[in-house]
């Protein structure tokens, strides 16, 4: 079953510009995950935020978290081109560590 | 770095071959994860591992089995594949911090 759901699904920006997603689940979580993707590779970990924590930073990615909403964003800074790539969230949903995923979200960043 | 490496970038089989995907990661974890990947869906679970010869079914495990004999090693075993099996696959081992590792994925084509 797919957990998350990320908006929007596609994303077009030039160099410079922040990139923001969202992205919404539906169960109580342990913790959330975003990942990237470039294109036809395996997912690279990017963050993970605790559900008792609100927002998190790592270099110029931001993440905030809302359990109340059930919802969480993923901020990118002064996007490059190498950001380029496809973002997921994934929800940790119990001790084993299984992870879901939302459908993505696909950034274009434009030199 | 951890590295998670499988077997296959690409794989062609016909319809009703049995098809093996190995999986090996270099750094003494117990979860282990298959997942496979299509357009518009993200990622889905299909079996994890979290110990040698355990494990458990994610959430399309139908068509699939699993092995796992060593601790560093986990293989997605197609029975009979189908032409619905045609997907990205994508194996992970998780540490202890939560991250999950990727590999770089098999992508693989049932004809």
Not at chain 1, 23 to 42: A, E, F, H, M, V
Not at chain 1, 83 to 94: G, K, N, P, R, V
Not at chain 2, 71 to 93: D, G, H, P, V, W
Request: proline share 2%; with cysteine; net charge positive.
């Amino acid at each position: 079953s797919q957990q998350g759901e990320e908006d929007p699904q596609a994303l077009s920006i030039q160099e410079g510009e922040n990139a923001t997603m969202n992205c919404s689940y539906k169960t109580s979580i342990n913790n959330l995950q975003w990942y990237r993707q470039n294109s036809g590779r395996g997912l690279v970990h990017l963050i993970l935020i605790r559900s008792n924590e609100r927002e998190k930073h790592s270099g110029r990615l931001r993440v905030t978290l809302d359990t109340s909403k059930k919802s969480s964003s993923l901020l990118i800074t002064a996007s490059r081109a190498a950001d380029t790539a496809s973002y997921f969230c994934a929800t940790e949903i119990d001790s084993w560590g299984k992870l879901q995923f939302g459908a993505g979200t696909q950034v274009v960043v434009t030199p | 770095d951890v590295k998670v490496t499988q077997s296959s970038r690409y794989l062609v089989k016909r319809t009703g071959e049995k098809v093996f995907l190995e999986c090996v990661q270099d750094m003494d974890h117990e979860n282990m994860f298959w997942y496979r990947q299509d357009p518009g869906l993200g990622l889905r679970l299909i079996y994890f591992s979290y110990d040698v010869k355990m494990k458990e079914k994610g959430d399309i495990p139908e068509g699939y089995s699993v092995s796992r004999e060593k601790k560093e090693r986990f293989s997605l075993i197609l029975e009979s594949a189908s032409t619905n099996q045609t997907s990205m696959y994508l194996c992970a081992s998780r540490s202890g911090t939560n991250k999950q590792y990727f590999g770089p994925g098999t992508r693989l084509t049932v004809t």
